[in-house]
C-alpha cells in the first residue's frame, strides 16, 4: 500500500558567500585571520509534517521560493532531510528536470534503456514497452542518433515518453510540463491524465489554482519553507487566494 509519511522534516542546504575570492582578500583576510569565504546557512524546509495514504491527491501551493520543489526531490529521495523523517513507500514516478541525466553521446533508442533501468524496468518489463516508447515520443529516425544533436524540445518528447511509460503507486508532479508542439502536448496532456488517474497517490506542486482545486482532496500551503495551511483544497486555495490579494494590495511590488 503506498505511503508517504513526513515527520518534523527540514532540510538545510550550505553554500559559500562568495563565488570567487580574489587573490587580496584572500591575504587581507588571511592576515586577519578571518573566514575567507565563510558559509552560509540556507533553510529550505522547516517542521513539515503530513501523512498522505492511498487515494490522496495532495496539491502544494505557494509563492515562488516557497520550498514547494524542495518537498518533492525529498519525497523522490533526492534531498534527504537534515531533519526529521521522510518515509516513502511505493514506487515512485517523478515527473520534473526529466531530461537530466540522458548520455548526449549515446543514442535515443540507447537512453530509453538506460532512462528506463533508472526508473526501475528491467530487461523483461522493458521489452513489451520499448516500441511504445518510441511510438510515442514521434522521434522516427532521430532516435539513431545521439541525443546531443536534438533540440531541447526534442529531447523533452523523449523523456516525456519514457517518464510517462511507468506504472506508478506514487506520481510527484512538479507542475505542467510543456512538451513539444501543439499537438504532441494534447497528446502530453492526454497521457498525464491517464497517468493521473492509475496512480494510487499523487503529489502536484503548481501555481495553476484551478488545477489543484480540480484535481486534488487536499492542499498543502507553504510559505518559506514553512506548512502555513493544510486541508481541504478549496479551503486552502480560498485562504491562500485572499492572502495573496491582501499582500498584492499591501506590498505590490512583493507579490507573488
Not at 153 to 160: C, D, H, V
Not at 189 to 200: N, Q, V
Amino acid at each position: 500500500m503506498p505511503l508517504i509519511q513526513v515527520d518534523d522534516a527540514s532540510i538545510e542546504f550550505i553554500t559559500y558567500k562568495y563565488q570567487k575570492v580574489s587573490f587580496k582578500e584572500y591575504i587581507v583576510r588571511g592576515l586577519f585571520r578571518k573566514s575567507i569565504n565563510p558559509p552560509v546557512r540556507v533553510r529550505a524546509l522547516s517542521h513539515i509534517s503530513f501523512t498522505a495514504r492511498e487515494g490522496d491527491r495532495i496539491g502544494v501551493i505557494g509563492h515562488n521560493g516557497a520550498g514547494k520543489s524542495t518537498l518533492l526531490k525529498m519525497l523522490a529521495g533526492i534531498y534527504p532531510p537534515t531533519q526529521g523523517c521522510c518515509k516513502v513507500q511505493g514506487r515512485i514516478c517523478s515527473l520534473f528536470d526529466i531530461t537530466l541525466g540522458f548520455e548526449p553521446d549515446a543514442s535515443g533508442w540507447e537512453n530509453i534503456v538506460y532512462r528506463s533501468y533508472l526508473q526501475g524496468e528491467t530487461p523483461a518489463t522493458l521489452r513489451d514497452k520499448i516500441e511504445s516508447i518510441a511510438a510515442f515520443s514521434e522521434l522516427g529516425e532521430f532516435l539513431s542518433l545521439p541525443v546531443r544533436n536534438y533540440s531541447a524540445g526534442m529531447r523533452m518528447r523523449l523523456a516525456f515518453s519514457i517518464a510517462t511509460a511507468t506504472d506508478p503507486e506514487i506520481l510527484l508532479i512538479d507542475e505542467v510540463l510543456a512538451v513539444g508542439d501543439l499537438a504532441f502536448q494534447q497528446k502530453a496532456r492526454t497521457r498525464m491524465r491517464e497517468l493521473m488517474s492509475a496512480s494510487r497517490l499523487m503529489v502536484l506542486v503548481s501555481h495553476d489554482l484551478n488545477t489543484i482545486r480540480e484535481t486534488c482532496n487536499r492542499v498543502i500551503w507553504l510559505r518559506r519553507g514553512e506548512i502555513v495551511m493544510t486541508g481541504p483544497s478549496d479551503s486552502v486555495v480560498e485562504a491562500y487566494t485572499q492572502a495573496m490579494s491582501e499582500r498584492a494590495h499591501t506590498h505590490p511590488a512583493r507579490a507573488a
